[in-house]
């Protein structure tokens, strides 16, 4: 009995497999199929695969970008979600248009985010110090940072 080997997926069939996991950028997928692009093969396929996909409605930068920033809105500040935007290779205009409403809730999710890791107020310099580091790691503003950590009432 001979054992047949399974065909290769092609570069189509990978990147429906990789959307139907979870939404990914036009950048990104494409970097995923540069890796089984077959030597020699003319690197514009890629190209034409997400062309297709877009085309489909099935590859969507608006779609990921709205996925991402509420994957990432409840732990992080909007500072680092634009940034993590903008790595995926997103356009500014589109980045700028997912990201608009984070500025409104900055100040509580920051405030959750620090009340999930520490929950007490700083009770010296080196603690206070730990506090802003760890929220400027996260992405928020300072002036929302300094609010959180020194227990600055809700303005609204």
């Known amino acids: 009995m001979t054992v047949r080997a399974k065909p290769l997926p092609s570069l ?5 497999a990789a959307l139907a996991r979870r939404e990914h950028s036009r950048a990104e997928l494409a970097r995923k199929l540069r890796r089984h692009l077959p030597e020699g093969a ?8 997400l062309d297709e996909l877009a085309g489909k409605g099935m590859l969507s930068e608006a779609r990921f970008a709205a996925s991402l ?18 790595q995926h ?31 007490t107020p700083p009770r010296d310099d080196a603690e206070r ?28």
Do not use: H, Y
């Open 69 to 86: 920033v509420r994957t990432r809105a409840g732990r992080f500040g909007a500072s680092r979600v634009r940034q993590e935007l903008k």
């Open 42 to 49: 003319d690197p514009a396929q890629i190209d034409r695969v």
């Open 12 to 16: 189509l069939q990978r990147a429906v």
């Open 89 to 119: 290779g997103l356009a500014p205009d589109l980045i700028a248009q997912a990201t608009a409403d984070l500025a409104k809730s900055e100040l509580s999710r920051a405030r959750e985010v620090w009340r999930k890791r520490f929950g």
């Open 129 to 156: 110090a730990k506090q802003l580091r760890f929220l400027a790691s996260r992405g928020f503003s300072t002036d929302v940072i300094l609010q959180v950590v020194r227990g600055t009432p809700d303005d609204g």
